[in-house]
């Protein structure tokens, strides 16, 4: 029996769209994300449990799980009958990579279970193609780090796919989840299908700023630099009253905020435990929509998804 967690994470980290992701851990030593138990069997069972398993669909053949399962023994040309239960731990729709924590979690637990018939990188690619048809389109801004830790920077070479990249180490996450949810699929269509010259010009000096400011370690300029123009002005509008809860995290001294993933979860960072602590609570008394949206103070999981026990 083996049992695998696979984290939360940030998709987009403000200034990179679908290029840049990073994992989520709370200081506190809790894990937030989804857990896969997986035994060999005599036929495919599923057991779904965990504080969200009631948004999961009732057929098995639209589980994520069932997917990842089909997908990886039709990868290996090997038919693998294990049993499963999935402890779905992150809402649907939440903009912190729920999809990407079922779909890690799994492959990583199929391929511990046969033998590790896959390399990371032959894995990393099929995290990516199950994403792609759950959301639209390939991305791998949430499995690539869920899997791998850290800020991942996805280069979607043929060869490399993802590579971690520095951070800060002093920078606190706060994210919230309001508590409602959005498809990534409706939030990627609402896009434009194209962005004037201009705006690709400045995403690129945004993107290349901040990864500069990260490998010159300038936090203050890496905290300027995260701003996104080609998700956050077409999105904000599906999120509760953004741009206020913007700039109020601002005025308590958030050195940056954003829209985590396709949303309605937004991230803000603070290097002070105070200042981040002050946040956290502005954003549960007037972000939170109901009882089931959270807030986390994190730091980055450098670990990705592991064996649990
Ligand atoms: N990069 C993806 C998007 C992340 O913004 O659509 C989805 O969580």
Redesign the pocket.
């Known amino acids: 029996m083996i049992k695998i967690y696979a984290p939360a994470s940030i998709?987009?980290v403000g200034v990179g769209?679908?290029i840049l992701g990073a994992a989520i851990v709370p200081i506190n030593g809790d894990l937030l994300g989804d857990f896969v138990t997986i035994k060999l069997s005599t036929q495919f069972k599923l057991v779904n449990k965990g504080i969200f398993a009631n948004q999961l669909p009732r057929n098995i053949k639209n589980n994520i799980v069932w997917k990842c399962w089909l997908k990886f023994c039709q990868f290996i040309k090997k038919n693998i009958p294990v049993s499963i239960i999935l402890e779905k731990n992150m809402p649907i729709g939440s903009?912190l990579?729920s999809s990407a924590c079922s779909i890690v979690a799994t492959l990583v637990a199929m391929n511990e279970i046969s033998n590790k018939p896959l390399n990371a990188s032959e894995l990393l690619f099929l995290m990516g193609e199950i994403e792609g048809e759950i959301?639209g389109s390939i991305?791998y801004?949430?499995v690539a780090p869920s899997y791998l830790g850290g800020l991942q920077l996805i280069l979607e070479d043929s060869k490399i796919i993802s590579q971690k990249i520095p951070h800060f180490k002093n920078w606190f996450w706060i994210i919230a989840w309001p508590g409602i949810n959005i498809s990534?699929s409706e939030?990627?269509k609402i896009l434009p299908k194209q962005y004037t010259k201009e705006i690709c010009i400045k995403n690129s000096r945004y993107l290349s700023g901040f990864i500069h400011a990260l490998y010159s370690q300038q936090p203050q300029l890496a905290a300027h630099l995260m701003q996104d123009f080609i998700?956050e002005p077409y999105r904000m509008k599906l999120l509760p009253n953004f741009l206020n809860v913007k700039e109020n995290i601002k005025k308590i001294g958030a050195i940056s905020c954003g829209i985590?993933?396709?949303g309605p979860a937004i991230f803000s960072i603070s290097d002070d435990i105070c200042i981040a602590k002050k946040i956290s609570l502005w954003l549960k008394n007037n972000y939170l929509q109901n009882n089931i949206g959270f807030v986390h103070i994190c730091f980055l999981d450098l670990k990705g998804a592991r064996k649990i026990g």
């Open positions: 998709g987009n769209f679908d903009g990579g959301s991305h801004d949430n990534t939030a990627r998700a985590s993933g396709s």
